[in-house]
């Protein structure tokens, strides 16, 4: 994560004047942050809701999620976790290829595009 945050960074602080390069530095910070914690309430709301919808019922999803299970019930709790981590990280997955795709599309057409101008 390190080398993309230095290169995505560094390609936009070339953009930005020189009088305003903190500006843009604590900018770029507060996106990040935000954005950081924007996909973890979306993971965390993701698992969360497979998980009650596995388990019949949002407070008890809350309680395994919780890793409180309940006696007598563990392995389907647990199997119901591991279902539902599972499509989260399918979805995770998917959405990154969807992404990929799109940054592969919007790249090929920049460099097509550049190509036709020279």
Same mark, same amino acid.
């Given at each position: 994560?390190?080398?993309?945050? +230095? ?6 602080m070339a953009l930005v004047r020189a009088d305003a390069v903190g500006m843009a530095a604590g900018f770029?910070? @507060? $996106? =990040? +942050?935000?954005a950081e914690a924007l996909v973890i309430a979306a993971y965390s709301a993701s698992l969360v809701g497979?998980? &009650?919808?596995? #388990?019949? +019922? ?8 919780? +890793? ?9 709790? %647990?199997?119901?976790?591991?279902? &539902?981590?599972?499509? @989260?990280? $399918?979805?995770?997955? #998917?959405?990154? #290829? ?7 599309? %919007?790249?090929?057409? =920049?460099?097509?595009? #550049?190509?036709? @101008? @020279?």
């Amino acid at each position: 994560m390190g080398a993309s945050f +230095g290169i995505t960074d560094g390609q936009a602080m070339a953009l930005v004047r020189a009088d305003a390069v903190g500006m843009a530095a604590g900018f770029l910070n @507060t $996106l =990040r +942050g935000a954005a950081e914690a924007l996909v973890i309430a979306a993971y965390s709301a993701s698992l969360v809701g497979l998980l &009650s919808a596995r #388990l019949d +019922g949002t407070s008890r999803a809350a309680e395994v999620a919780a +890793g409180r299970l309940t006696a007598g019930a563990e392995a389907a709790e %647990l199997n119901a976790f591991t279902w &539902s981590w599972q499509m @989260t990280q $399918l979805g995770v997955g #998917l959405l990154c #290829l969807l992404l990929s795709i799109v940054v592969a599309v %919007l790249i090929y057409g =920049r460099t097509a595009a #550049l190509r036709r @101008t @020279t």
